[in-house]
């Protein structure tokens, strides 16, 4: 699966400039490549993420989370969410399961991998 230039760039302004809050991205199946399909600004909230996430399609994406530890400082991670609804299709699922180690090889400063099904996630970090 190759991966386009887009979405390195975009995931490394991401980490380095933070001009996103997060990235959606999609597997292209006709060109077997992986693209940038939503760029979330950094006003956008959690809330707004889950709500970019298509109800029964896979899907990759990156979230920046802000968070303050009980000594009260502020921190950031960097989530990397496979998303795979109960309702998406099996050879989508198969198709994403099988090619997310490679993309996620492209994206250098993950420190979180999550597997969710449900958008209503409810993270909580414990530092």
């Known amino acids: 699966m190759a991966v386009s230039d887009e979405c390195k760039l975009k995931f490394l302004e991401l980490k380095a400039k933070r001009n996103y809050r997060f990235i959606v991205f999609k597997i292209d199946e006709s060109i ?11 006003e956008e909230t959690y809330d707004d993420f889950s709500n970019s996430l298509p109800d029964n ?9 802000d968070f303050t530890t009980n000594e009260n400082v ?3 991670k960097i989530f990397f969410i496979a998303w795979a609804p109960d309702t998406s299709r099996v050879r989508s699922k198969m198709l994403y399961a099988s090619s997310k180690d490679r993309f ?8 979180v991998e999550l597997q969710a099904t449900d958008p209503r996630l409810n993270v909580k970090i414990h530092v």
Do not use: W
């Open 74 to 76: 502020q921190k950031s």
């Open 104 to 111: 996620k090889r492209e994206l250098d400063g993950i420190q």
């Open 32 to 42: 077997q490549q992986v693209k940038v399909e939503k760029l979330g600004s950094p």
């Open 57 to 65: 399609e896979c899907r990759y994406a990156v979230f920046d989370f």
